[in-house]
Nanobody
Framework: QVQLVESGGGLVQAGGSLRLSCAASVRTGGRYTMGWFRRAPGKEREFVAAIDWSGSSTYYADSVKGRFTISRDDAKNTMYLQMNSLKPEDTAVYYC??????????????WGQGTQVTVSS
């Protein structure tokens, strides 16, 4: 059973930065995709970013391109989401996820419990 634990959320002013971490109980260098999703109050869960097993391919939602960066440290079995130039509309619970297959839009098999990000205006 894979366990994913997010951390790094909090309250930040608009224009500020946060870095989210996702610690995985499996070797993150395995042949699978890891991603970040978010759910804002009253909205559906949406895709934010993903990184493939090699780390060479990354994918972003249009709403975060140029502001967010996804990365992995396989030595620490940890995935990160660096969030810069945060906006109030980025306020959401952020979830990390792992898919047991590679690809840009896989079905995700495991999910973390989420970490709250709140951006004040």
């Amino acid at each position: 059973q894979v366990q994913l634990v997010e951390s790094g959320g909090g309250l930040v002013q608009a224009g500020g930065s946060l870095r989210l971490s996702c610690a995985a109980s499996v070797r993150t260098g395995g042949r699978y995709t890891m991603g970040w999703f978010r759910r804002a109050p009253g909205k559906e869960r949406e895709f934010v970013a993903a990184i493939d097993w090699s780390g060479s391919s990354t994918y972003y939602a249009d709403s975060v391109k140029g502001r967010f960066t996804i990365s992995r440290d396989d030595a620490k079995n940890t995935m990160y989401l660096q969030m810069n130039s945060l906006k109030p509309e980025d306020t959401a619970v952020y979830y990390c996820a792992l898919a047991l297959v590679s690809g840009p839009n896989p079905k995700y098999d495991y999910w973390g419990q989420g970490t709250q990000v709140t951006v004040s205006s």
